[in-house]
């Protein structure tokens, strides 16, 4: 999924290692399969236009 990559590379840009970064990722991917409604906001905080 997008948000989960560019989540992630968010995160391990601002420091934080891999399996943190993917861990907090999984999370929230799973988080908007289930809120689709929520996504486009979240990708847009992630920088994606």
Do not use: C, I, V
Not at 6 to 17: E, K
Not at 19 to 38: I, V, Y
Request: aromatic content about 8%; overall charge negative.
């Amino acid at each position: 999924m997008l948000f989960h990559e560019l989540h992630g590379r968010n995160l391990m840009s601002d420091g934080m290692d891999y399996d943190t970064a993917h861990d907090d990722s999984s999370k929230l991917e799973k988080h908007f399969r289930n809120h689709p409604d929520e996504l486009h906001q979240a990708l847009s905080r992630e920088g994606w236009e």
